[in-house]
């Protein structure tokens, strides 16, 4: 039995308040610094058309929008200025463990904000998504949050049973195992290129390397403890799609794409191989400016054979989407 609007209203009324948000669990602050996130992203402060891309495959893939949505691990607000913008449903619960990105993402909505969906915020950590009523969401969404959470089958276990019957959750730029594993061994002959062509590697530059391809190695791992990991998983779809099937959900994958790809004017924000390694280098490792120009200077041959082999198509699959849908009832 789908839960009534009033239901959504209750539930929320009888929940703890902290500081003026909602409370469902323990704050928790991010590893870095979250005012410094966007900057050192390279991302825009106000970002609509990830939202919009997000509500518009609501809308092709024909999910129920008719009660609530729950975005988890809000961040900065990237996701759910759009999202907030766009959602056709009633309300919108935007969550995150850390205080200060809710406060930085409640504070992207002026006055003159143009969306009809009540917006909520509740600190809440994704690993309690068991507390969740049982079918109380028609959506829920994350973007760059999957593979921040510990046990990943019970997660989407908790959101199966979170979901209303013709809902879905939708999980955007999350890591694919196969393509970071490239990644990493793209990155591993930088020293032998550099060498043949006489150039020393620093020793900072050699940190960075190492702290990028030891990450990989994390993440790819199922056989270690990974508590303490702000990263702790990297993706296969096959993998997901087992999961998802075991709980009820249909996987649909949309590889190498962001949500903002489906909204207006559809540029298609992965370019290649060879612009998402640049890229994931520069902003995400952070490595310096020098590092980079030998990097693109003497792996310019391993980056165009990557490229060459998907000139007529995008891949390989690096950071993609995840959709994983309910069925309606009565339906496969």
Same mark, same amino acid.
């Given at each position: ?18 500081? +003026?948000?909602? *409370? ?19 991302? /825009? ?21 008719? +009660? %609530? /949505?729950?975005? #988890? &691990? ?15 449903? %009633? ?41 969740? $009523?049982? +079918? ?19 997660? #989407? ?9 013709? &809902?879905?959750?939708? =999980?955007?730029?999350?890591?694919? /195992? ?18 043949? /062509? ?7 530059? !050699? ?9 990989? *190695? ?19 779809? !096959? ?24 909204? %207006? ?13 640049? =890229?994931?280098? *520069? ?17 310019? $041959?391993?980056?165009?054979? #990557? ?26």
């Amino acid at each position: 039995m789908t839960p009534s609007p009033d239901s959504f209203t209750a539930w929320l009324a009888g929940l703890h308040k902290w500081h +003026g948000w909602l *409370q469902l669990s323990a704050e928790r602050a991010y590893m870095h610094a979250e005012e410094e996130y966007n900057s050192h992203y390279g991302i /825009a402060a106000v970002e609509m058309r990830e939202g919009e891309g997000f509500c518009r495959l609501l809308q092709t893939h024909q999910v129920d929008t008719s +009660g %609530p /949505a729950l975005e #988890i &691990g809000c961040g900065t607000g990237y996701l759910s200025y759009g999202l907030a913008r766009h959602y056709p449903g %009633p309300d919108l619960l935007i969550t995150d463990p850390s205080p200060t990105f809710l406060r930085l993402t409640q504070g992207l909505f002026g006055p003159d904000f143009a969306g009809t969906t009540r917006r909520h915020y509740a600190v809440f950590n994704a690993d309690d998504i068991a507390l969740l $009523p049982a +079918g109380m969401f028609s959506v829920i969404g994350l973007r760059s949050t999957l593979h921040h959470i510990l046990k990943v089958e019970d997660f #989407i276990a908790a959101c199966a049973r979170a979901l209303r019957p013709g &809902g879905a959750l939708f =999980m955007g730029s999350e890591p694919c /195992a196969t393509g970071f594993l490239l990644m990493a061994a793209v990155a591993q002959s930088i020293p032998h290129a550099l060498k043949a /062509a006489g150039i020393e590697m620093r020793p900072e530059w !050699s940190y960075k390397l190492n702290d990028f391809t030891s990450t990989v *190695q994390f993440c790819c791992n199922r056989d270690i403890d990974k508590t303490y990991g702000e990263d702790k998983h990297f993706f296969d779809p !096959s993998e997901l799609g087992r999961l998802g099937e075991a709980h009820g959900l249909k996987l649909e994958f949309l590889p190498t794409g962001s949500f903002q790809d489906f909204a %207006p004017p559809y540029s298609y924000a992965f370019h290649c191989f060879s612009s998402f390694f640049l =890229m994931y280098m *520069q902003f995400c490792m952070r490595f310096d400016d020098a590092f980079m120009e030998q990097i693109r200077q003497h792996l310019r $041959p391993q980056l165009k054979y #990557i490229d060459d082999c998907y000139r007529s198509h995008a891949g390989p699959a690096v950071s993609s989407i995840f959709l994983l849908k309910k069925p309606r009832i009565g339906t496969g």
